[in-house]
């Protein structure tokens, strides 16, 4: 069942476009973005977790490539 739904912004919040899939394992979207990340050259960003249900923020996650 798919819980949340992700989006990845630079650090002011703008939407980067990347394509994380809904579900419910932050981690596996964490890994993904990751990826989007070193595959587009974007060194910082902030993974929103957002809730289905009530379309609320649920937590940003700072993600940093070395």
Request: proline fraction near 2%; hydrophobic fraction near 40%; glycine fraction near 4%.
């Amino acid at each position: 069942m798919r819980r949340y739904y992700f989006e990845l912004t630079d650090e002011r919040y703008n939407d980067l476009g990347a394509a994380i899939p809904d579900g419910s394992n932050k981690q596996a979207a964490i890994n993904k973005a990751r990826q989007w990340m070193r595959d587009n050259g974007v060194k910082k960003a902030v993974l929103s977790v957002n809730s289905m249900r009530t379309d609320n923020l649920l937590d940003a996650i700072d993600i940093e490539l070395d």
